[in-house]
């Protein structure tokens, strides 16, 4: 067995434990991801095999910003972000552009998380400005996926602030980013990239929508959301299918407001009851109260407007 055999075995394995434990939302996995990325640690060394070390710090932020995000640990964030700036003193533009741009998309990654978590503007900032400086190397002439996974990236991060600060401009650029990253996997055989895109970008279109009682624009955003539920369904990808309906179903709810229209009360309703179906487990609690929120406000609503 050659000297760096057993770190790539033990790095292939904690992939494995990642990859497993992310698609099955299952924390101990993801967890046992990140022991298994720490002892891949011990077996490099940043002085003799300094990208492999990179490497390894880059990957144990990925699986410290999954379980974070789920355990709602920030000290993990945090973790997480030290493990990008250790790997980010090796990888730099010029000489290692494509894990130098990995490594601060992931850094961006894991400061979203945490301005999300506190309603930060200044982490949400942050993680803008990594997600804008990856783009430096993911340019959509020369990685056009990962460019596009930027666009939406960022279009994310400014629905965010839009939404934390009232900023209609940052809502705006939200829009822009997502119809950029639109336009590229459009040319792409990327359904589910396609559908996830049209359901953010709803989400963007149907909360400026409200601000500005636009009619047309929260018209977009049901468009957008029917859109991504032509790709997503409730079998094969129920939360993703869940999400995109509750979408539809505020979107709709707020075209009522506008329209008085009974009709997409109704509809907005019974999408909310069979989304919550989808939303079990544990792990949705919050999404579930937000939803049978919405569902009560919708029915609120239709009793009022039906007198």
């Known amino acids: 067995m050659t000297a760096g055999e057993p770190w790539r075995q033990t790095m292939a394995q904690a992939e494995i434990l990642l ?27 940043r002085v003799d095999v300094p990208l492999d070390w990179a490497k390894t710090q880059s990957r144990l932020s990925a699986a410290l910003r999954a379980l974070a995000a789920r355990i709602d640990d920030p000290v993990m964030l945090h973790a997480a972000m030290t493990a990008c700036d250790a790997a980010l003193e090796v990888y ?5 552009p494509q894990d130098w741009a990995r490594t601060v998309a992931l850094l961006g990654a894991a400061q979203v998380v945490l301005g999300e978590r506190d309603s930060d503007p200044v982490w949400l900032q942050a993680a803008l400005n990594s997600y804008h400086s990856a783009t430096a190397v993911y340019t959509r002439d020369a990685a056009p996926t ?25 809502l705006r650029n939200a829009i822009d980013h997502y119809r950029a990253a639109l336009d590229e996997y459009s040319q792409q055989d990327a359904p589910l990239d396609l559908a996830l895109t049209q359901s953010n970008l709803g989400q963007a279109l149907r909360v400026l929508g409200e601000r500005d009682s636009d009619r047309d624009m929260l018209a977009g955003a049901v468009e ?30 707020a075209l009522a407001t506008i329209e008085n229209d009974s009709a997409h009360l109704d509809e907005a309703i019974a999408i909310y ?3 919550l179906a989808a939303l079990d487990g544990p792990e949705r609690l919050q999404q579930r109260a937000i939803t049978r929120y919405n569902l ?8 009022a407007l039906r007198g």
Request: with cysteine.
């Open 146 to 170: 990962d460019w596009a996974r930027m666009q939406r990236n960022c279009g994310a991060v400014l629905s965010l602030l839009g939404e934390r600060t009232g900023d209609t401009a940052s």
């Open 19 to 45: 990859a497993e434990g992310e698609a099955a939302e299952d924390m101990s996995v993801i967890a046992d991801a990140v022991s298994g990325f720490n002892a891949a640690l011990k077996l490099t060394s």
């Open 92 to 96: 730099t533009q010029r000489n290692t």
């Open 296 to 303: 009560k406000r919708a029915e609120d609503r239709l009793s």
């Open 224 to 253: 957008a959301c029917r859109s991504a539920l032509e790709v997503y369904t409730s079998d094969a990808a129920p939360l993703e299918w869940a999400m995109a309906s509750t979408n539809l179903a505020n979107a709709l709810v």
């Open 273 to 275: 009851r069979r989304a």
